[in-house]
């Protein structure tokens, strides 16, 4: 790797592991969530043009975290206009500059709860905070959201708007107000995860992002089972993220080589997620923790419990109903109950129209189809899944799929 490269990996990587921390850390000091932004940018931009200059510093984050702080004075002493921006510049020129630097532990996690506080609509929350503390493009959120990318674009402007005009406190909420909260962290947390959960493109840290932000909420709230179910799920999943993909092609869960899963996560995942069901009250996380354990339990894909897990996805269809669950549900009914029944399920909720383009649907009626031997049918689902795969990974499981029938 030459040196511009070098500096570019070192930005880029800085970038998924510093982001959230620096924008986060200018909002606590100005209040001022464009102004954060912007100068967070025009850190990383620094970085690349002097790294490759000076060396990459030892603290990476507590340099960048410095530059896009100095970047906010100079913008607000050029434009100190207004009180809003003259306070904004005084606490910038007060506060101490290494302790800005370094942050505060949760700082991360108080934009979260910001960013989902309850006066704003449940999904600016999540896209607001995939912004600000991930990073996340426009575009990729509205891909997480299947929605299009003006649209949030507008969503995420009405959210700020909003926290100005509804004067939204930068904080963690008291214990009376965090259960109200929740759902939406939740949803945020585990959106970055998965976000992070394929190798495929290059965002890799957000996986342990989620990770470390879940292990602090739990830390936050203990008593809370759903944010122990949310961090139990993360873990079984991440215990065989590192089999999903080889050589660049998409490894199915009953493929994987089970020899080859974290073991240490699964023991972590499996007692976090009995820790969360000792107190009685169950969610949709945990639920999904239990699903992820059928898996992670069974040594290898045919001792798999499938009418366990069909009972768990009738369950969690109970309490948060989605056709992506329907359609979970139908490959478990299909593996517990037989192959029809299955299908009968995936039919229905072809008709509904509710996962037209969602290139799982085509690819899991072609699995079940090859499963029963109707070669035709399933080459012809699996044509269709491979024009709406969103990944190579995924277009190259599908190809070779085609090429075996």
């Known amino acids: 790797m030459n040196a511009p490269?070098?500096?570019?990996?070192?930005?880029?990587?800085?970038?998924?592991?510093?982001?959230?921390?620096?924008?986060?850390?200018?909002?606590?000091?100005?209040?001022?969530?464009?102004?954060?932004?912007?100068?967070?940018?025009?850190?990383f931009a620094a970085a690349l043009a002097t790294w490759g200059r000076d060396g990459v510093p030892a603290r990476p984050g507590a340099w960048l975290t410095t530059t896009a702080r100095h970047r906010a004075t100079d913008r607000l002493r050029r434009d100190a206009?207004?009180?809003?921006?003259?306070r904004q510049l005084a606490v910038l020129e007060r506060a101490p500059i290494e302790s800005s630097a370094e942050g505060i532990p949760d700082e991360r996690l108080r934009l979260i709860f910001t960013c989902c506080h309850p006066a704003l609509p449940f999904p600016a929350r999540v896209a607001l905070t995939l912004r600000t503390l991930a990073g996340l493009s426009t575009a990729e959120i509205?891909?997480?959201?299947?929605?299009?990318?003006?649209?949030?674009?507008?969503?995420?402007?009405?959210?700020?708007?909003?926290?100005?005009?509804?004067?939204?406190?930068?904080?963690?909420?008291?214990a009376e107000l965090l259960p109200q909260r929740l759902a939406a962290v939740l949803a945020v947390l585990y959106l970055i995860f998965n976000e992070g959960y394929d190798e495929?493109?290059?965002?890799?840290?957000?996986?342990?992002?989620?990770?470390?932000?879940?292990?602090?909420l739990v830390r936050l709230m203990p008593g809370e089972p759903e944010a122990r179910g949310l961090l139990a799920l993360m873990l079984l999943l991440e215990a065989r993220r590192a089999n999903r993909i080889d050589d660049g092609?998409?490894?199915?869960?009953?493929?994987?080589?089970?020899?080859?899963?974290?073991?240490?996560?699964?023991?972590?995942?499996?007692?976090?997620?009995?820790?969360?069901?000792?107190?009685?009250?169950?969610?949709?996380?945990?639920?999904?923790?239990?699903?992820?354990?059928?898996?992670?339990?069974?040594?290898?894909?045919?001792?798999?419990?499938w009418p366990q897990i069909a009972a768990l996805y009738a369950e969690l269809t109970r309490m948060a109903p989605s056709p992506v669950v329907e359609l979970n549900r139908a490959v478990a009914v299909a593996m517990a109950d037989g192959i029809p029944a299955g299908l009968a399920l995936v039919d229905e909720l072809a008709e509904s129209g509710e996962l037209d383009g969602y290139y799982?649907?085509?690819?899991?009626?072609?699995?079940?189809?090859?499963?029963?031997?109707?070669?035709a049918e399933a080459a012809t689902f699996y044509e269709e899944a491979l024009r709406l795969a969103p990944t190579e990974a995924e277009r190259r499981y599908l190809e070779g799929r085609l090429s075996e029938l």
């Open 200 to 216: 495929e493109d290059g965002r890799r840290a957000l996986a342990a992002e989620g990770i470390h932000l879940a292990r602090t």
């Open 360 to 375: 799982l649907l085509p690819a899991t009626r072609a699995d079940l189809l090859r499963r029963t031997g109707r070669v």
């Open 249 to 305: 092609v998409l490894v199915p869960l009953e493929d994987q080589d089970r020899s080859r899963w974290d073991r240490a996560l699964i023991a972590e995942g499996l007692a976090t997620l009995d820790e969360a069901l000792a107190v009685r009250r169950c969610g949709p996380y945990q639920v999904q923790a239990a699903i992820a354990a059928c898996h992670a339990t069974a040594p290898d894909a045919a001792a798999t419990d």
């Open 142 to 174: 509205a891909k997480a959201f299947l929605t299009a990318e003006p649209t949030m674009a507008q969503r995420l402007v009405r959210a700020k708007r909003k926290i100005v005009e509804a004067g939204i406190p930068y904080r963690v909420p008291p």
């Open 81 to 86: 206009t207004g009180a809003a921006k003259v």
């Open 5 to 43: 490269e070098a500096v570019r990996a070192a930005v880029d990587a800085a970038f998924r592991d510093e982001w959230g921390q620096v924008v986060a850390t200018l909002i606590g000091l100005t209040g001022n969530w464009d102004l954060a932004e912007d100068c967070a940018q025009d850190a």
